[in-house]
T-cell receptor, first 116, second 120 residues
Framework: AQKVTQAQTEISVVEKEDVTLDCVYE???????LFWYKQPPSGELVFLIR??????QNEISGRYSWNFQKSTSSFNFTITASQVVDSAVYFC?????????????FGKGTRLSVIA | ETGVTQTPRHLVMGMTNKKSLKCEQH?????MYWYKQSAKKPLELMFV???????ENNSVPSRFSPECPNSSHLFLHLHTLQPEDSALYLC???????????????????FGPGTRLTVT
């Protein structure tokens, strides 16, 4: 069975601080996909990144970076020099590729508040 | 319009009412999804349609009835709801339902802004 755990329910940081959002996943499949979504106050989930299980290369996109570690089943998300506009709920999600119908399984989300 | 749109954005209904939520995607996708987001709960997948055919129904009560007349439109018909059904209902779409079809990147789900439903 697939499961995603985001242990941090809420995080508050001061603007310009770096912040890391943790994501730990469980899966029995060797082929799977990991995602991060951002949900601002408007409610719409915004896709940020997809990573497949065969690609452990870390990725950087502007102030965002992702650290995928299969050894610890983690896919952590770091925001560098945080800004107020980064305030949102961030969801990590997992999809197994070899289990027939494959919905996304989401973590409970981490609410990030960036204070000016 | 672009992306995924949902109407209405807010809905208040009594337990005896019948209402419908509408979702429309302008992305040329083939799969559409309904999710329920309650306070302090993970996102819950409700229904999946792939090429207008329902492929997933996660034990959703019959008071929720989906309809997918074509690949661009998805409805969620509501009747005799309960107060615990109050939540944010999110619609999403993706190019394909399973990864690996026409490339991995076609699998990402794109979400609409949601309908905030309150059942009184």
């Amino acid at each position: 069975a697939q499961k995603v755990t985001q242990a941090q329910t809420e995080i508050s940081v001061v603007e310009k601080e770096d912040v890391t959002l943790d994501c730990v996943y469980e899966t029995r499949d060797t082929t799977y996909y990991l995602f991060w979504y951002k949900q601002p106050p408007s409610g719409e989930l915004v896709f940020l990144i997809r990573r497949n299980s065969f690609d452990e290369q870390n990725e950087i996109s502007g102030r965002y970076s992702w650290n995928f570690q299969k050894s610890t089943s983690s896919f952590n998300f770091t925001i560098t020099a945080s800004q107020v506009v980064d305030s949102a709920v961030y969801f990590c999600a997992l999809s197994e590729a070899n289990s027939g119908n494959t919905p996304l399984v989401f973590g409970k989300g981490t609410r990030l508040s960036v204070i000016a | 319009e672009t992306g995924v749109t949902q109407t209405p954005r807010h809905l208040v209904m009594g337990m005896t009412n019948k209402k419908s939520l509408k979702c429309e995607q302008h992305l040329g996708h083939n799969a559409m999804y309904w999710y329920k987001q309650s306070a302090k709960k993970p996102l819950e997948l409700m229904f999946v349609y792939n090429f207008k055919e329902q492929t997933e129904n996660n034990s959703v009560p019959s008071r929720f009835s989906p309809e997918c007349p074509n690949s661009s439109h998805l409805f969620l018909h509501l009747h005799t709801l309960q107060p615990e059904d109050s939540a944010l209902y999110l619609c999403a779409s993706s190019q394909n339902f399973l990864p690996g079809l026409a490339g991995e990147s076609s699998y990402e789900q794109y979400f609409g802004p949601g309908t905030r439903l309150t059942v009184t």
